[in-house]
């Protein structure tokens, strides 16, 4: 499995910016798909975003139109830009690969996890 290490996260005012990256330990290989999950404490671990091997997107509905999910193969990291934060993000958003062309929705379709970045709203 592939060795994914996220960061970028921290403490944030509502309507800031935060840039998640994910740095994998050897090339993402542009035939996988990314994606990035959160959990926040209490509820499930719940999608984010996706992104397929030509970098087509999908969000989840409480996320489209704030953040942007995008990968660099030759430099090994995905990345998520979370824009127009509001509390109710804050959780810590790990990012996982899926050996398959296409992003899913669904956590188990990942075969590689990061261990996750703390990202706080602050109202």
């Known amino acids: 499995q592939v060795q994914l290490v996220e960061s970028g996260g921290g403490l944030v005012q509502a309507g800031g910016s935060l840039r998640l990256s994910c740095a994998a330990s050897?090339?993402?290989?542009?035939?996988?798909?990314m994606g990035w999950f959160r959990q926040a404490p209490g509820k499930e671990r719940e999608f984010v975003a996706g992104i397929s091997w030509n970098s087509n997107t999908d969000y989840a509905d409480f996320v489209k139109g704030r953040f942007i999910i995008s990968r660099d193969n030759a430099k090994n990291t995905v990345y998520l830009q979370m824009n127009s934060l509001k509390p109710e993000d804050t959780a810590v958003y790990h990012c996982?690969?899926?050996?398959?062309?296409?992003?899913?929705?669904?956590?188990?379709?990942?075969?590689?996890w990061g261990q996750g970045t703390q990202v706080t709203v602050s109202s």
């Open positions: 050897g090339r993402i290989f542009s035939s996988y798909s």
């Open positions: 996982a690969r899926r050996r398959f062309g296409n992003p899913s929705r669904a956590a188990g379709e990942y075969d590689s």
